[in-house]
């Protein structure tokens, strides 16, 4: 047991509560118990800047450098459950941060490619998530995925475009889910984007949330 144990334990009992009070707008009053057992296994503190290791498991986002923060622990965890993984699946995370949520999607995925735009955030994560051998990093303009190893069976956006980037819609396998934050600044909305089997997509919303803009898609737009 590393001295972070009971920390890291509270910090879950702390997303099974929220997840009841949040139940109104989610529609689910537990999260997936192997999200849990996820969110209890990686050590959140390893992926935050050194000087901030006291506050890691806080349910409150963190920042981490570069003008951007690494999620609240229940955001996190609400994000993967709404992901719904199978453990033989394939999953496109965009915005790796220091990597703790490529962490999380490690445990429950058979393999996990990560993008991030920052270069600095995307060589430290290297670094921290060096351990874990079934997740592959790039760096780049997460808009667009990673078409060379598209069709994803998951997708999961850690940065709120306005709306859900095309070509992140054509890189999701048809019976493939989405889960991102999108929306005006001041109004966004967590989304769930399925796939259906014909190619046809449904969105539903989640609940209102505040993310950090997706880099890369005023480029994509000009």
């Given at each position: 047991?590393?001295?972070?144990?009971?920390?890291?334990?509270s910090?879950?009992?702390?997303?099974?509560?929220e997840?009841?009070?949040?139940s109104?707008?989610?529609?689910?009053a537990?999260?997936?118990?192997?999200?849990?057992?996820?969110?209890?296994?990686?050590p959140r503190?390893?992926?935050?800047?050194?000087?901030l290791?006291?506050?890691a498991?806080a349910?409150?986002?963190?920042?981490?450098?570069?003008?951007?923060?690494?999620?609240q622990p229940?955001?996190?965890a609400?994000?993967?459950?709404?992901l719904?993984?199978e453990?033989?699946?394939?999953?496109?995370?965009v915005?790796t941060?220091?990597?703790y949520?490529?962490?999380?999607l490690?445990?429950l995925?058979?393999?996990?490619?990560?993008?991030e735009?920052?270069e600095?955030l995307?060589?430290e994560?290297?670094?921290r998530?060096?351990?874990?051998?079934?997740?592959e990093?790039?760096?780049g303009n997460?808009?667009?995925?990673?078409?060379?190893?598209?069709p994803?069976d998951r997708i999961?956006?850690?940065?709120?475009p306005?709306?859900?980037?095309?070509?992140?819609?054509q890189q999701?396998?048809?019976?493939?889910?989405?889960?991102l934050?999108?929306g005006?600044?001041?109004?966004q909305?967590?989304?769930?984007?399925?796939?259906?089997?014909?190619?046809?997509?449904a969105?539903?919303e989640?609940?209102?949330?505040?993310?950090s803009?997706?880099e890369g898609?005023?480029?994509?737009?000009?």
């Amino acid at each position: 047991m590393d001295e972070f144990e009971a920390l890291r334990q509270s910090m879950v009992a702390e997303i099974a509560a929220e997840a009841v009070f949040a139940s109104g707008e989610t529609g689910k009053a537990s999260l997936d118990l192997r999200v849990l057992q996820a969110m209890a296994r990686v050590p959140r503190h390893e992926y935050v800047p050194m000087e901030l290791r006291p506050l890691a498991y806080a349910n409150s986002p963190l920042p981490i450098g570069c003008d951007k923060t690494i999620s609240q622990p229940f955001i996190c965890a609400l994000m993967t459950d709404l992901l719904a993984l199978e453990p033989g699946e394939r999953v496109l995370e965009v915005g790796t941060g220091l990597g703790y949520h490529a962490a999380i999607l490690a445990g429950l995925a058979a393999r996990v490619y990560s993008v991030e735009v920052v270069e600095e955030l995307a060589e430290e994560a290297a670094q921290r998530l060096a351990p874990l051998s079934n997740i592959e990093l790039r760096i780049g303009n997460g808009y667009y995925g990673w078409p060379e190893h598209a069709p994803f069976d998951r997708i999961l956006v850690t940065a709120a475009p306005e709306l859900v980037p095309p070509p992140l819609l054509q890189q999701l396998k048809p019976g493939g889910r989405m889960v991102l934050p999108a929306g005006l600044p001041e109004s966004q909305k967590l989304l769930v984007v399925d796939k259906d089997a014909s190619g046809r997509t449904a969105i539903r919303e989640v609940l209102r949330v505040r993310f950090s803009l997706l880099e890369g898609a005023e480029d994509a737009r000009a």
